[in-house]
């Protein structure tokens, strides 16, 4: 259980590894956040995170591999949204990636996504393995 969200209680989209096919998850993201009144500028900040972490699950933790699969799991609520992309990759440890604003990383792409996912949103939580990011947005909270 993350942000007190039980994983039973999600919504879930498992989709083939290629970006095309996590579309589906997205667009019923985005649907929902419509449909609870996200403004757009709280539905951008959570359309970059999840892009962010889809684009991260298929690339770096499933390797393109079309065999394997990204399972993302969502709870949209008047008050907030929980969002949950596990892929079928070994994982990693997000302290060992390189701190992008450092002078000697600015010219390097790694780690820019998750930093993208801290800003946006309110909470990031990865799992022990590291092949699963939580990722909170509370609604109250003012978008960058």
Do not use: C
Request: zero cysteines; charged letters at 30%; aromatic letters at 6%.
């Amino acid at each position: 259980m993350h942000f007190g969200v039980d994983q039973g209680d999600l919504a879930e989209v498992i989709v083939p590894n290629d970006l095309r096919s996590a579309k589906r998850a997205e667009d019923r993201i985005m649907a929902e956040l419509a449909r609870y009144g996200y403004d757009s500028d709280t539905s951008f900040a959570i359309k970059l995170s999840l892009e962010e972490a889809i684009t991260n699950a298929v690339k770096h933790g499933n390797k393109n591999d079309p065999a394997k699969r990204i399972v993302v799991r969502f709870q949209i609520t008047v008050q907030r949204t929980v969002i949950m992309v596990a892929d079928d990759g070994t994982g990693f440890s997000p302290e060992k990636v390189p701190d992008p604003t450092a002078d000697k990383n600015l010219e390097r792409p790694n780690g820019r996504g998750i930093m993208l996912m801290h800003a946006y949103m309110t909470k990031v939580w990865f799992s022990e393995t590291g092949n699963e990011v939580w990722m909170l947005k509370d609604r109250r909270e003012a978008t960058p």
